[in-house]
């Protein structure tokens, strides 16, 4: 990736404006968005906003943001089921992700500064959706509590009104039939680039199942703010021309040379060649496929600033040294290279080679490298140079052996996986692992009634397990013993409930099914004639959907464990018309 940083022509952000003089509360103090969720266990998700703050707004809204409670409106297709308020996450002062050079003073640590300054803010919070659907939707629409909302800088150049439009981002999932993490989108943003000098970004994503990955790019849309209201918002309006002939638009959101945006929807890197200053959004909308099946969709909106690089060392500066955390290296190390005693004030590209001779540029630009999947011996040095001239400077390169034989990482545990939520006891039951990343190790699954107290399952020591002969309602995990010092580390418990069962089979009523248990806690069971319905609908006493399913065999278990306690309506729909029955949950 070619970054503002590159030797050629060099950014350095001193001289761009983030700040404007809008004095509404919402206005110029949010530069991107991310919104993700991973998975729990059940239904159970965990939702995260990360929101990139300009430390040099003066509408004070930027100071509210350590203080904001992010809401997530919760819909199933068209309708508005739940909401969640997020809680902001430690450091809750932010954490600077501005990349400037090696001892730049910015607007974050000294507001009288000329350096602009981006904080980064990440909120979270635990739902558990009530039901399974192909159709949830999660959506930011820029309402952070107390009145206050993600207001767009006034300052952004291809949308109408930028100043008077808050952030909403949209994702979706589908937990029908399979769960879902969002990926991980490794590379910071915002990014400052230079005019007339071709560049790249690239977002780094990481899917941690598994799933296959689709970049497209998406309008971005206004949010409904500080209202708090869950109104879903429209497309915002997109203005001026990318090139002669073509104009902006969420496809090419950018201001650039004829034909020179383009954008990998594998990998979702852009390459581009912008030809004026400008402060641009885009929008992603990144797409995952399980088996073919897309099973959600999450949504980064970030702002591309071009300008010119103002000067900050002059001369030849001086690269300093490099400190390296290890010289012996696997794959799945994490190497870390640290340039000291350069110059202050110069920009930074690391560079790598295979025999000290031939050198290519890396993503690293700054200081301090760090990163991972090295698969062979390999030299790194750090070109230093100051933007006033171009002089450069190089360190002497380091020599990182790699070595297949790894000494005992335990990266990640993975999250453990099975083929069915509800079974029987002659139910066949295959546990997985998706995901670990640990070596050398030796795996043991457990067992556990309560997810506390945890005990190993005899003969189950693979990443894939499989059994019959539930008796309760069990968690499941898998633990991961280094062989090396015996450290550990736990997937996260996988629970299967265990579906009540009578002897022989219930009479059926005069329309073809029997629900039961009624009164019931956990599970209700279905038994119909064959092909006599095809889907149900259970719905609360003032008529609220609250879970639907389809029909697919004669006998279904359904979980009602997350509805509240009250009287319910269960619809059947099929080819022998509608029926309705009553159950109550306790």
Known sequence: MKRVYDLSCRIFIACFLLVCSHTSVYASHIVGADLSYTYVSGNTYNIIITLYGDCGSTT????????????????????????????????????????????????????ASSVPGIKKFVYSATITLPYTSATWRFIYGGYNGTGSAAGRAASITNIVAPGSTIIQLIDTLNNSTYYNTTPSLNTTMP??????????YDPAAVDTIGDSLAFYFVPATDGSGASGTCTIGGDDTYTGMAWAGTPVSAATPLQVVADSFSMNTATGQLAFHPDIFQRGIIEYNVRQFHSGVLVGTSQREMTVMVMTPPATCSGTPVAGGIYSNTLLVCSANVLTLTDTGSTTGAFYRWQSSPDSITWNSTPGTTAIYSFSGVTATTYYRCMVTCASG???????????????????????????????????????????????SASPVTMQWQSSPDSVAWSNVSGATNASYSFTGLAATTYYRLKFICTVDGDTIVSPGVKIIYAITTTGTPSLSASGIKVFPNPTTNDLSIIQSPSAYSSFTITNSIGQDMIQQA????????????????????????????????????
């Open 191 to 200: 990014y400052f680039y230079a005019i007339n000098q071709h560049d790249t």
């Open 60 to 111: 004070g809204a930027f100071e509210t943001l350590q203080y904001s409670s992010p809401q997530v409106c919760i819909y199933n297709g068209t309708t508005n089921v739940m909401s969640a308020n997020l809680t902001i996450q430690p450091p809750t002062a932010g954490v600077e992700v501005t990349d400037v050079a090696s001892g730049t003073v910015t607007q974050c640590t000294n507001t």
């Open 390 to 436: 171009g002089a450069s400077d190089s360190t002497a390169g380091i020599k990182i052996v790699y070595t297949d034989t790894c000494s005992c990482l335990l990266t990640s545990a993975g999250t453990a996986l099975a083929n069915v939520t509800h079974a029987s006891s002659t139910t066949s039951i295959t546990l997985t692992d998706s995901g670990y």
């Open 551 to 586: 029909l697919t065999t004669t006998q279904t278990i359904v979980n009602v464990a997350t509805l509240p306690p009250g009287l319910y309506y269960i619809i059947f729909r099929g080819d022998n018309g509608t029926s309705v029955q009553k159950f109550i949950k306790l």
